[in-house]
């Protein structure tokens, strides 16, 4: 169970736009995993820190060195409720040296209902030149009364420059690796767990064994 949740993601590229896809079981009801998500959302508008500490286990500086090829460094957050958009502020790095500083992105977060199945769709409205286009939503779907579907759909076009830089390949050892990691984080925070950086530090040396 733990190897097929790990590599079960789907990424095509058509037109410069990436669209990637996961989903995966959770062993925990819809409730518990609307508390997280909730409370995700809660921390992405009010305390990133503590957004980082309960989901961005595992998500940082990798030892293999094509996983750090194109990186993120959160920097500050910002909510604003009367636009009902967030700003968040990054550095980026290539080939882990500095390429741009305090690049910001702004974005607004919409959560429906579709029949039993609850989506919350992230869109971004400005993010200087790295990115032309991007949204994305994350589901959860009940299968019974005490497990559910927890999965994303996300759509990213870069700016011109760094569709140059961003391969099919590149994209897949960046950035399907953290989304798909990323919601496998929730997955596990619904399951009772703590998926802190030790956490993955163990998977990634059982994997590797």
Not at 13 to 36: D, I, K, Q
Request: glycine share 6%; net charge negative.
């Amino acid at each position: 169970m733990l190897f097929a949740f790990l590599f079960s993601v789907l990424t095509t590229l058509s037109n410069g736009m990436f669209h990637t896809s996961y989903e995966t079981n959770v062993g925990a009801s819809t409730e518990e995993c609307n508390v997280v998500i909730d409370s995700m959302i809660y921390y992405l508008q009010n305390d990133p820190k503590m957004l980082s500490e309960k989901f961005f286990g595992g998500l940082g500086k990798q030892e293999e060195s094509n996983k750090n090829a194109f990186y993120l460094i959160w920097k500050e957050s910002e909510y604003l409720p009367d636009k009902q958009y967030g700003k968040l502020v990054l550095d980026v790095l290539v080939n882990e040296k500095p390429f741009l500083e305090d690049l910001v992105i702004e974005s607004q977060v919409t959560d429906t209902m579709s029949g039993t199945q609850r989506d919350i769709r992230v869109d971004i409205y400005y993010s200087g030149s790295m990115l032309k286009e991007a949204y994305g939503t994350f589901h959860i779907l009940p299968t019974s009364e005490t497990t559910a579907k927890m999965g994303m759909d996300v759509h990213v076009k870069f700016g011109w420059f760094f569709r140059i830089f961003i391969t099919r390949k590149v994209y897949s050892e960046t950035i399907d690796w953290r989304l798909m990691r990323f919601v496998t984080n929730l997955k596990l925070v619904a399951e009772g767990e703590s998926p802190d950086d030790a956490y993955w530090e163990r998977i990634d040396k059982r994997i590797s064994e």
